[in-house]
């Protein structure tokens, strides 16, 4: 059990009921599909998504079984989301394991991605899940088209702040508010309360993944190598954008533009991405997502799953950032 | 329309529809999904699998909205799976157009294909498609399972031929069958109408497979750089996998196994698998599979229908082989 969960032991034991509902339902495959789900699942982190299915379903009555599927399913889509992604960064090692993209080949991960997918919708449709499986393929819409967006604007220095709203949405808001949204609906509440829940997820995945994008550039001596290799395959995130925003000699965008720089020069971007406020402008604007999603949290009935739902959030999105 | 159709022309307007259906499905997506698919979708070729499906819904009453759906989606999933393909055999031409994968790289041809998967299990979760969706979310399983199966026992030169079967139930049974399967049940025929129908999806399935592996040996002259291509990398087809089967001495195991033959090893490989009988062997059972669908064929209830489905179905497996 990750140590996010020690404290909530109800949640932690679901949880490890997911885990294991995961490994039975993807055990009928060729054996490169079951180890490469076993060895995801043994490395899988805090959980978050079907957590959150879970904290959603128990602000109402649920059928636990049903619930279980659902919460696998989402985890399943992310895992899923995850074997795509690596092949594309091309990513060796993934929550500190080998990818599956290195260990079983480019080829198979293709596939091994297409059968989790589907997989996904084969769980959904045994239970007559119609509702969550319109919603989860409209995530995996989302999630494509974030992504497309995100390749589509490569190298383009004068990408605005709404387009990465948008990539950021699919990349990780759209499963995230996916995810409360199911819980939610299983749970039986109102579709008021639904909505609730749908947009809390939203604000948590916004500022979830603005937090992520700020951590890249917290500190200047600590600068990771992919962080380098994002921004020289023209991967801006948000707090670039916000200082090529101010950046009136072209300066930062010319110094982006060679792509071959190295590591002197990355320092010296990053002087610049400090110089014109950039880091602190995305905090603010991850701090504004942040309060929008406590304030919807207070919203709803006083519970010990409030309390929880309420820690869980501070603990995700108070990293240092 | 496809000279295929000329002859039939209310299937073919019927192909037609299916066409703008899903011009007009993917146009809320990035250009590159739009553009994407709409160059798929002109270069289409016979759109078989959107016909059977239609085929045999016209065994009963259908509703028409509903049945163009089911066909597009049938249309989309194969599409999907061809993007995919394409990525892993770093295909330069589909259909004699630049590919995808080549046009816009491999990473947004991973999303381009997750796009169109997830786009037909939204276009079914819309209209209550539940039964469909199952299946259809099998036979994308199905596909993967083949698909891994394939990759896995690359260079395995004793392979047998159920490993063989399996791999092409993946490839291409799996989703003839779940379109005859579909429009059957959209067409509202009796459980063992469906069942039958689906069982001639899947034998015209295993015999045109079957047919297209024999083609590229059909003639030693012509052979082509792809089919020599797939022997270097381990890929195994039915006449090599008969000839293997005879090949007491190794000479063709070996020779496969330095997998860097020249243009007059290949020679050498197409003289042993005609001289094993390789090639009559695979052919043999193509018939077989196509003699059962013929039989299943003739159960069916006679039409106008069946007479155009027994036409296009002879065209199909009829090729030069």
């Not at 789900?37 to 899988?44: C, D, L, R």
């Not at 990408?159 to 949405?169: H, P, Q």
Request: charged share 25%.
């Amino acid at each position: 059990m990750n140590e996010l969960w020690m404290e909530y032991p109800e949640i932690g034991n679901m949880l490890e009921e997911v885990n294991a509902l995961i490994l039975r339902s993807t055990n009928d495959a060729d054996e490169f599909i079951t180890e490469a789900v076993s060895s995801a699942v043994v490395s899988s982190g805090k959980m978050l998504r079907p957590a959150f299915v879970v904290l959603s379903a128990k602000f109402g009555d649920y059928d636990k079984e049903s619930l279980l599927r659902l919460a696998a399913v989402t985890e399943m889509l992310h895992i899923a989301t995850l074997v795509h992604d690596d092949i594309i960064d091309e990513a060796k090692l993934r929550r500190g394991i080998e990818s599956v993209q290195s260990r079983y080949g480019k080829d198979s991960a293709v596939f091994i991605g297409d059968y989790l997918f589907a997989k996904c919708f084969t769980l959904l449709s045994e239970k007559q899940h119609n509702k969550s499986m319109e919603k989860l393929a409209n995530a995996i819409l989302k999630i494509c088209r974030g992504e497309l967006k995100q390749y589509r604007l490569r190298y383009m220095y004068d990408v605005n702040i709404m387009n990465y709203l948008k990539i950021i949405t699919g990349k990780t808001a759209a499963l995230f508010s996916m995810s409360f949204h199911i819980g939610a609906a299983e749970g039986n509440l109102s579709d008021r309360q639904i909505k609730t829940l749908s947009r809390i997820g939203y604000y948590c995945g916004m500022a979830f993944q603005i937090i992520d994008d700020c951590l890249d550039y917290s500190d200047k001596k600590t600068i990771k190598k992919s962080t380098m290799n994002d921004l020289k395959q023209g991967y801006l995130t948000l707090p670039v954008i916000y200082a090529l925003g101010k950046d009136k000699d072209n300066k930062l965008k010319h110094l982006l533009e060679t792509t071959d720089f190295n590591k002197t020069d990355m320092e010296t971007i990053h002087d610049l991405i400090m110089s014109y406020d950039g880091l602190t402008q995305a905090r603010q604007l991850a701090k504004k997502y942040t309060a929008k999603a406590f304030k919807l949290i207070e919203t709803l009935p006083a519970s010990d799953n409030r309390n929880t739902l309420e820690d869980i959030v501070k603990k995700m999105l108070h990293r240092k950032y």
